[in-house]
């Protein structure tokens, strides 16, 4: 039973049906063309130094040797189920880099049996009874955007089938409390679904991962994701009021309060969860006013180092900027355009639904000059006289709060490079990227390991390859470095190389005082590492949980703990 994709119909239906990608990043018609792929082959070779590589052609569905189902649904529930091809392509993988290898490939041993369209919670329990009684493997699955392996259906043998769960049917703003600035919300809903409710209302979540087009408030919430804001709310957590679930023993819902001294929080307990405790439903969310004035502005520094100091200073002076993205020479480079040589850049912004947002920016590029920051262009100010009305990731949404200059060419860059990345796979690139967070006091110390370590790899594994960093997010006490790897690869060992090099960089991160993710979430790529960094009394108590919650050991597999 396929099912019309949800964010292909846009906040407004005014827009003709997209169709999402089974194999890679997003709409299959904002896939980079062919021209686009042997232009950018040509300025890998200049890159390189070698011949330009020979784009590969991704393997058509009808020829990806899919596994006949092992499972059949109860008569009740075959309306809810589809063993549709497409369908269960698509719900095989998420679309980290390794995912897309794979699907380009067309190599899919472990699709998911069954995929599972619940249009309401009732249903959602439904087949979790079913599942549990029948022992069959459930994997909550939302936008399906997952790059740690979060949804993936190779759960091994001690299953007699995997069904995904797909939650995008339930997508409704079902109540919006004016008064508390709050909604609740179903956790199907796409980022664009999402927003387009709330618009009319002059209100927004305000989260806008990079994801965000293709993701879920279910997702977001279960793997504890970060938007693209720089500072202050930066986690799902901070703006989530209450959380429903269910779970194989029952279901589950908090109290709606804007914060509670009454023993450990029950959302704790569901917030990054990825679904191996039970199935978030739906959430009441703290809302935010439409902003109505932005500026932003491009700040360079002479090097990586000194603008970390500038962005210390920001994250410590309570001016808190909607965006405050570092990125060091490479990135600068590839990402907005700055000349070869020149040295890191500052992406800044601000925004304001109450008030004009100039003084802040004054202030702020103050904060800079002090660490030897200079601003080229004049910052960018609009005020759009009323409550944006701007819509989700296909305009200024407030991620970048501004457009012009280098900005700018990083905002277009930052929104298309999961398609860059699809293009650079079929031309036999690594590429892909991995993040953390530590405290000030270790970063330079970090981001010189791990630099070390992955260049060091780079050089030993593929002969060749590039490292850049950047900053994601800002806090008074840390910061959360993102480091992006571009390497060309020997064709048939591009899986193994990748996860030589990314073993390389977890381990140099734990070592240097780091997390093994600060927004990515755990899922199966990050659990040795997680078990390392995870203290062994939490796990203690985190498997007891699982064993309450999900006796039957049937929720996502393999992801946080084991059965």
């Known amino acids: ?33 062919d021209d686009q792929v042997t232009r950018l082959a040509a300025a890998l070779a200049g890159r390189f130094g070698t011949v330009p590589p020979t784009p590969a052609t991704p393997v058509a ?12 649904p109860p008569a009740s529930l075959g309306h809810l189920l589809s063993s549709e091809r497409r369908d269960r392509a698509a719900h095989t993988y998420g679309r980290s880099y390794r995912d897309t290898v794979r699907l380009q490939r067309g190599d899919l041993p472990h699709p998911p049996d069954l995929v599972a369209h619940p249009a309401d919670e009732a249903d ?29 259906a190779d759960v091994g043998d001690a299953y007699p089938g995997v069904v995904s769960l797909d939650m995008t049917r339930l997508d409704r703003v079902v109540e919006i409390d004016r008064t508390s600035r709050a909604a609740r919300i179903q956790a199907g809903a796409l980022g664009p679904v999402l927003e387009g409710q709330l618009r009319p209302h002059g209100l927004t979540l305000r989260h806008y991962p990079q994801s965000f087009e293709f993701s879920t408030l279910g997702g977001w ?30 279901v589950t819902e908090s109290r709606r309060l804007p914060g509670s001294g009454a023993g450990p929080s029950p959302d704790r307990l569901f917030l990054g969860s990825e679904g191996a405790l039970g199935v978030i439903t739906e959430a009441w969310m703290r809302l935010q006013d439409r902003p109505r004035w932005k500026t932003s502005a491009g700040v360079e520094f002479r090097d990586l180092a000194s603008g970390a100091e500038a962005v210390r200073a920001l994250a410590q002076s309570g001016l808190f900027p909607v965006n405050c993205r570092l990125l060091d020479a490479g990135e600068a480079l590839l990402s907005a355009r700055l000349s070869p040589g020149a040295g890191a850049l500052l992406v800044l912004g601000f925004e304001s639904a109450d008030h004009p947002v100039d003084l802040p920016m004054v202030r702020a590029i103050e904060l800079c000059a002090d660490h030897g920051g200079t601003l080229p262009d004049p910052p960018a100010s609009t005020d759009s006289g009323e409550a944006s009305t701007d819509s989700g990731a296909t305009a200024a949404d407030g991620r970048d709060a501004g457009r012009g200059g280098a900005a700018g060419e990083w905002r277009n860059s930052f929104l298309r490079a999961p398609y860059t990345r699809d293009a650079l796979v079929r031309l036999g690139m690594i590429c892909e990227t991995f993040e953390t967070a530590c405290t000030w006091d270790r970063f330079p110390a970090l981001h010189a390991a791990v630099t070390t370590a992955v260049e060091d790899a780079l050089m030993r594994i593929c002969g060749a390859g590039w490292v850049t960093c950047r900053f994601t997010h800002a806090y008074p006490d840390g910061v959360a470095p993102y480091f992006s790897v571009l390497a060309p690869a020997r064709a048939g060992s591009e899986l193994a190389q990748w996860a030589e090099i ?15 993710t600060h927004h990515h979430a755990v899922g199966r790529d990050h659990r040795p590492w997680y078990d390392v960094q995870r203290p062994d009394v939490f796990a203690t108590a985190l498997r007891a949980a699982k064993s309450a919650l999900d006796p039957a050991g049937v929720l996502n597999p393999g992801v946080l703990v084991d059965r």
């Open 502 to 516: 990314k073993a390389a960089a977890s381990d140099a991160i734990l070592a240097a005082g780091g997390t093994i």
């Open 1 to 33: 039973m396929p099912t019309a994709d949800p964010s292909a119909r846009g906040p407004s239906n005014a827009s003709p049906p997209r169709t999402r990608s089974w194999q890679g990043w997003g709409w299959e018609e904002a896939a980079a063309t």
């Open 124 to 152: 959602v329990v439904s087949l979790l009874d079913w599942c549990g009684s029948a022992g069959i493997a459930v994997i909550p699955f939302g936008g399906g955007s997952s790059v740690v392996g979060g949804v993936e």
């Open 61 to 72: 569905l009808a020829d990806v040797d899919l596994r006949v189902p092992r499972i059949s």
């Open 221 to 250: 919430l279960a793997t504890r994701a970060g938007g693209h804001f720089a500072t202050v709310y930066t986690h799902i957590d901070d703006l989530c009021e209450s959380i429903r679930v269910v779970t194989p023993v029952g």
